[in-house]
């Protein structure tokens, strides 16, 4: 890794709280293409002026380290790094005052979050946006979670603790976005969920967890628990339920 590469990364967090005289990228942060399409990832700039910077694009896959797909200097030249062909093409909007990465003909594998960083004099001056999750639907090879468990400590004989404890294991999903979204009742529930981080398998799949905790009296006769796994390419959704233990 280039030392330019290694101190953007090391700088990254303290960028996205840059003083007064930072550039502001703003990126939006879902979108979604269908496969063979050109998928179009906006960055406009809410503080400063894009003929004043260097822009450069990050490409990062969940369970992965960021890679460095291009720089589009402020003369115009593109500058790619060799795992990134023509595909990517870097564009600056001076009307709307935003960079684009136009992505061609885009595939399914091309599924990951997308930054954009504004740069000038060396890194002295620079600030990326938050991310930007490009989805790719359609693809033949987008499939589905292949397994979705549900476990908990609700059959427990003789609870210690007043609190229940529930796991959502998502497993073999491809690409590797997913959402998984808890509900009690038919009421979503959003307090006491802690997300795991999404995992790259040996085989190029992924899975990730969701543990729930809330007070065990909320699993009653009349309000099973559910979690609800989203996979964003394929469309699929999987639910599984948990319900009041004999």
């Not at 809410?46 to 797909?69: L, M, N, S, T, V």
């Not at 599924?111 to 693809?139: D, K, M, P, R």
């Amino acid at each position: 890794m280039s030392s330019w590469v290694l101190h953007l990364c090391l700088s990254l967090a303290l960028s996205l709280h840059g003083g007064a005289f930072q550039p502001l990228p703003v990126q939006p942060p879902q979108v979604s293409f269908a496969e063979g399409t050109t998928a179009v990832l906006r960055c406009p700039l809410e503080r400063g002026e894009i003929q004043d910077y260097h822009a450069f694009w990050f490409r990062q896959k969940p369970g992965d380290r960021p890679a460095h797909i291009l720089k589009h200097h402020i003369d115009g030249q593109i500058e790619r790094t060799n795992a990134f062909n023509e595909r990517f093409v870097p564009v600056r909007d001076a009307g709307a005052n935003a960079y684009a990465l136009q992505i061609q003909a885009v595939r399914t594998e091309d599924s990951a979050t997308y930054w954009c960083v504004a740069e000038i004099n060396h890194f002295n001056t620079f600030a990326s946006g938050a991310g930007t999750q490009l989805s790719v639907t359609g693809g033949k090879s987008a499939k589905a979670p292949a397994s979705v468990t549900l476990l908990s400590d609700a059959a427990a004989p003789m609870p210690d603790s007043p609190m229940l404890h529930a796991l959502c294991l998502a497993k073999q999903f491809y690409p590797g976005f997913v959402e998984i979204k808890w509900s009690a009742a038919g009421n979503a529930v959003s307090e006491g969920v802690t997300p795991g981080a999404v995992v790259l398998n040996d085989n190029g799949s992924y899975s990730t967890t969701s543990i729930l905790c809330v007070p065990r009296n909320l699993l009653s006769s009349n309000a099973s628990i559910k979690c609800s796994v989203h996979h964003y390419s394929s469309g699929a959704k999987v639910e599984r339920s948990l319900e009041q233990p004999c």
